[in-house]
């Protein structure tokens, strides 16, 4: 008897396990639909081009640590992201990393993806620390972000690492900027630095020149800390803050900010990881730039929630401004 109790408990436990999964993935599912905003931008994957064939502002949107996880975190970062995404109104939207958190499943990675296509706005994402802690492989999410429509995400042939990749920006059939996408979550190395001088170098080759560039990835870098540094000892007002206490940088670099400054393309590097600090600093010529965290997933401030706009002005310089989403009723600030 006692074992027939046991196992009608057992039977139980697996259906209401089952249905809390079933209804939860699809409450995901119906909940958050975001709608089209549209972008102007032509992408040619196969060139690696993204072009605007205007002389207007080209926007775009940095969003991170989005953690996509439990369905309570999972819906609310889904709408911090719809909200700084109408907000914004950008031509591109970039992610860096932490996209997805420890134990994350494949449907929501699907449902993610489907998320984002959805604003019919072409999107770029890195992975971060936690993106190699899912229950997916790594192989796994590099060809689901690949099958994504609006998604620009390329694994690329860097040794164990994936999504190396990068686009130039044409506006009116010249390029202007790079875009350079790069994994540093795990680690930085060689292979990476090999990888990055060979694709500014080719840009540069079949430019004719030195195209200015953005690179995006997860982890920030020891300069950002040496960076913080100089400003705090020599008294410079620090734009943005820094709440973490710290900086947890990557700590197996190859020197990626020395190779970026030899090459003289960088003007920005763009990061997130730290859930709390916002401060962006001019370091040896570079803008080493945090993002704003998007979502609750995870240790937050509550009025630390929104993206970072990066905007190419018609004469190719450029301006940052930090959306932060209000806590309190939903509108949104511009800092
Ligand atoms: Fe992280």
């Known amino acids: 008897m006692k074992v027939y109790i046991k196992s009608s408990l057992a039977v139980l436990l697996v259906c209401l396990c089952s249905s809390l999964i079933i209804l939860g993935s699809y409450a995901l599912y119906i909940l958050n639909c975001s709608s089209p905003i549209g972008s102007r931008v032509v992408v040619d994957k196969e ?22 996880t439990a369905l309570g975190d ?21 992610l860096t990393g932490d996209n997805l958190m420890n134990g994350s499943k494949k449907f929501m990675l699907k449902k993610y993806i489907r998320f984002i296509d959805e604003f019919e706005i072409p999107w770029a994402p890195v992975f971060g620390n936690h993106d190699y802690k899912t229950d997916m492989t790594m192989d796994t999410q590099c060809k689901l972000y690949e099958s994504g429509k609006y998604c620009l995400f390329q694994k690329g042939n860097v040794t164990d690492s994936y999504g190396n990749y990068y686009y130039n920006i044409h506006r009116n059939g010249n390029p202007i900027y790079s875009l350079v996408f790069m994994d540093n979550a795990i680690s930085t190395t060689e292979h990476h630095l090999e990888w990055y001088r060979n694709t500014i170098n080719s840009i540069s080759n079949e430019c004719g020149k030195v195209l200015p560039s953005w690179t995006f990835f997860h982890l920030p870098l020891v300069e950002t800390y040496y960076a913080y540094r100089q400003y705090y000892y020599n008294d410079i007002p620090l734009d943005g803050e820094m ?12 020197g990626l900010f020395d190779t970026a400054k030899e090459l003289g393309s960088a003007t920005a590097m763009i990061y997130g990881h730290n859930h709390r600090n916002t401060f962006i600093a001019d370091y040896k010529g570079i803008k080493l730039c945090y993002g704003i965290k998007t979502g609750r997933a995870s240790y937050h401030d509550e009025d630390i929630q929104g993206g970072c706009l990066y905007t190419i002005k018609p004469d190719n310089t450029f301006t940052i401004d930090r959306i932060f989403l209000d806590p309190e009723d939903r509108h949104f600030i511009f800092k």
């Open 243 to 254: 709440r973490d206490g710290g900086v947890a940088y990557q700590k197996n670099d190859a």
């Open 74 to 94: 999972a819906l609310k970062a889904l709408d911090a992201i719809q909200m700084t995404v109408e907000m914004a109104q950008p031509d591109l939207i970039v």
């Open 47 to 68: 060139n690696n081009i993204l072009s605007v064939n205007d002389d207007k502002d080209i926007k775009v949107l940095q969003l991170s640590d989005t953690q996509i």
